[in-house]
């Protein structure tokens, strides 16, 4: 019920926000616009029913009187591991694409550099650094005829631990499921081990001891059953996950200005709508996996409770220290000696923290 009123309160928000005014007014008469877009990993993300389809399918055809219609398809329905999203847009085969940074870095490194491990303890830095990020981040993916249009975060990427610990130094050599070159470097700063496995395949790995822990998304975790394998979650942010949607880069330039317009009008409430849920959501999946159902509105209920384990100052200190001394250098070490002057001059004003050679 929470969550059935919930996303239709998001929904009739994200629709409010598109102005009477603006529905079929300046679009020229005779306009006809079909826009492919592949955004979240699995239809059942809240980022996708409460915003993908809400805002960017109905909202924008709403606000168009029915002269842009875009059809929106999930990772999993098109078969896509996400790694391919560059490519797709690239190449035009979707006009719009979605996928996290650190799977885009791949092509793109210094997008990497925009949410590493210990980077952003809170949201509003992570916003603050993308944000400050994003025009050169767009001057690097016009080589792939690409440009980024939205920037957004998931969920706080929390550790589920299947055994009981109150602080990191106590997962000192436990097996721990990253993802992403600078998650590695800080796990392996904690006197942790490494191990990479697939979101899907972590269930299995959990419940049969493969790894100790693993990190996701507060909210992804609930989605995924995690509490059913595991018995501790932490509430400290590791990173925030972010992502953003691309386009392609000659359709966008060839738009008619008026419809550009539009999609930059819906592209901003996007940005607003996905960073106040990703907010929302980092409480309420740790709210959902520790059994606290009166605060539980987004996700799934875990069916058996989580203990919450609390940040100490020590835990926070140590991974500031880790990100400063073994995540930045080996983010820069793998980006390049450019990358780490990038990051003195855009992000360490905001993170306080300064890569030194």
């Not at 992403?180 to 942790?192: E, H, W």
Request: glycine share 8%.
């Amino acid at each position: 019920m929470f969550k059935t009123l919930l996303a239709g309160g998001l929904a009739a928000a994200a629709l409010a926000l598109l102005h009477p005014a603006q529905a079929q007014s300046s679009l020229p008469p005779g306009l006809k616009l079909s826009i492919a877009a592949v955004t979240q990993p699995v239809p059942t993300n809240p980022q996708y029913t409460t915003v993908d389809l809400p805002i960017l399918r109905d909202g924008l055809q709403k606000a168009s009187g029915g002269q842009i219609t875009v059809q929106v398809s999930s990772h999993a329905e098109r078969n896509l591991g996400g790694s391919e999203i560059v490519r797709l847009v690239r190449s035009g085969q979707v006009e719009i694409g979605a996928g996290t940074l650190s799977t885009l870095s791949g092509d793109v490194p210094i997008l990497d550099g925009i949410d590493l491990s210990g980077l952003s303890p809170d949201i509003g830095q992570a916003r603050r650094i993308a944000e400050a990020m994003l025009p050169l981040a767009n001057k690097e993916l016009e080589r792939f005829n690409t440009r980024l249009v939205v920037v957004y975060p998931f969920p706080a990427q929390v550790l589920f631990c299947r055994s009981a610990f109150t602080s990191l130094a106590d997962l000192r050599g436990r097996k721990i499921r990253t993802f992403g070159n600078s998650l590695v470097d800080l796990v392996q700063k904690i006197g942790a081990l490494p191990v990479s496995i697939g979101f899907p395949e972590v269930y299995s790995a959990l419940e049969r001891g493969v790894v100790d822990c693993a990190v996701t998304g507060t909210g992804s975790g609930a989605a995924a059953r995690w509490p059913e394998v595991s018995s501790h979650i932490s509430d400290l942010p590791l990173s925030w996950a972010v992502a953003g949607y691309m386009v392609n880069l000659s359709w966008w330039n060839r738009l008619d200005p008026a419809a550009r317009a539009l999609l930059e009008d819906t592209f901003a409430r996007m940005t607003d709508a996905l960073w106040t849920l990703g907010d929302a959501a980092t409480r309420d999946g740790i709210d959902c996996n520790t059994g606290n159902a009166a605060a539980c509105r987004i996700h799934s209920l875990a069916p058996r409770p989580m203990t919450e384990v609390k940040a100490t100052e020590a835990d926070r200190a140590l991974v500031r220290e880790a990100m400063q001394t073994t995540v930045l250098p080996g983010f820069v070490k793998r980006c390049g000696a450019r990358c780490g002057e990038i990051y003195n001059r855009m992000i360490a004003p905001i993170s306080k923290v300064e890569y030194r050679p």
